[in-house]
């Protein structure tokens, strides 16, 4: 393993988790809910629970973020080394496994962590784990 010293940036990975831890706290001290993306949205598709106005907001966020950032800064670049039907599937497995995992990265690894969620602790657990044996089958065994 080599580390790209050039594009190695610190100060934003931190400054962007602290962004993020932040963001968490407010939204569950304000609202009382917990900042897990795929439930807020998941809430979107799901008529008459009455809470569609703070979820449409919360991922008009979401999606505004990127914009409102290139007006001050350019973005980066982004380079995807896959094809569609490799992010269509990647997909399909990241939202089957939210359904299964009672929640995503946001709510378990951010929310349910600093709460000290015993659950969070295994669900995330098992999102590393999955994540390092699927970067090892598709850089060792398909490469």
Do not use: E, K
Request: some cysteine; charged content about 5%.
């Amino acid at each position: 393993m080599t580390i790209d010293w050039i594009d190695f940036t610190p100060m934003a990975a931190v400054s962007g988790g602290v962004l993020i831890g932040l963001a968490a706290a407010i939204f569950v001290l304000f609202n009382g809910r917990i900042a897990g993306i795929s439930g807020i949205i998941g809430g979107l598709f799901r008529p008459g629970t009455g809470s569609t106005a703070w979820q449409a907001a919360f991922v008009a966020g979401l999606l505004l973020a990127p914009w409102l950032l290139h007006t001050v800064a350019p973005l980066p670049v982004v380079r995807i080394d896959a094809g569609t039907g490799t992010l269509i599937l990647a997909g399909l497995l990241v939202g089957i496994g939210t359904r299964y995992g009672s929640g995503c990265t946001s709510g378990h690894g951010v929310c349910g962590l600093s709460r000290l969620s015993p659950r969070s602790l295994v669900a995330t657990a098992c999102f590393m784990l999955a994540g390092f044996i699927t970067v090892f089958i598709v850089r060792h065994l398909f490469a």
